[in-house]
């Protein structure tokens, strides 16, 4: 029975790399040096004309309990939000975000998404823009990629204060592809509904300031959207990524600083076959290599301090900035710069103080 066991994890490991690779490999070459064979990484750049992108409806217009005309005070999105604390729970903190359908582009729509406005009334300040892309099979429902997710803490009270700018909008995109994977015909889609946030949040948006982060396939994805627009995004963080990193591909997103997070039991993205490669391609090509990370996690641990039982689900750990709710560290990480130098990962010094360092 030991023996049949044995056997059956094996196989189990074989079908996970060997879907992972089939999954990832028309969007990367597997070589060190060739050029990605699939994707054609010159995407013409998305622009707002009548000939190939609609903008969707304005928002509602919309009063606070004060009665103050919201459409007179900011243009956009705005719509005035309660600063929760972690404490309302998730539910609640999902609640404080808007959904919208992203824009026509070259006649297909774009991916729709929820979006979290950190502006108060009358807020003239500029914010980072944070855009966290699910991982396959996390948006099979309108929604899904926030109701699938504990990623909406990043719109507490408390981790919006650890933004320099005092808050960051947060843009949650959902894929359209099969199965909700994320393929490259997305990209430039993706990216339209990115500069529909932009456009539409009336200059609130600081646009040296914008951040993609993806889970799994969405970590794929970010590793696609870098490679398009390598001078759009100021950094870029993935959580088992799947796939891997060509040396093409890293030529192309040197100067953008990368962090990576893994677990060194991830049934299914396997920590030496991809994670390890994959790093050693980004800091061995990156111009910025002590803003690269790479974070290695023993074991998996939900905000709360529970253990999940799939290994793969590394999109809960960012979803409390790399620490527990409790406010105590992340047990079991080793984290390193591009230039081996150890990091220390605390609370209070996760990813929100990486990407206020960028």
Known sequence: MKKFLSVSVIIALVLSTFIAVVVNAQDADFFDGMEPAEWDYSVQEVTPDEDTYETRPDTPKDTDSSGYGLEEENNGFFIPKKKLPTSAGIEALRGEFNYYQGPYVYGVRANDYALYDPRGISDNHKYPLIIYVHGAFHGWKREGQLNDSDFPYWASEELQSRFNEGGAFIMLP??????????????????????????????????????????????????????????????????????????????????????????????????????????NTIRSHSAVSSKCRFTSLDELYYPDGSKPTNTHNLARVASYDLQLIDGSDYPYEHTVDGDGRVIDIHAGNGIIAWINEL
């Open 174 to 279: 959902r894929s359209t592809g099969a199965l909700t994977f994320w393929d490259g015909g997305q990209v430039p889609s993706l990216k339209a509904a990115i500069d529909d946030v932009i456009r539409n949040s009336g200059g609130s948006i600081d646009t040296s300031r914008i951040v993609i982060m993806g889970s799994s396939d969405g970590g794929a994805m970010v590793r696609k959207m870098i490679c398009a627009y390598p001078d759009f995004f100021c950094g870029a963080l993935t959580l088992c990524q799947t796939g891997f990193y060509s040396g093409a591909e890293a030529n192309i997103t040197a100067g953008i600083p990368i962090w990576l997070i893994a677990c060194k039991k991830d049934f299914f993205v396997l920590y030496p076959i991809f994670q390890v490669p994959m790093w």
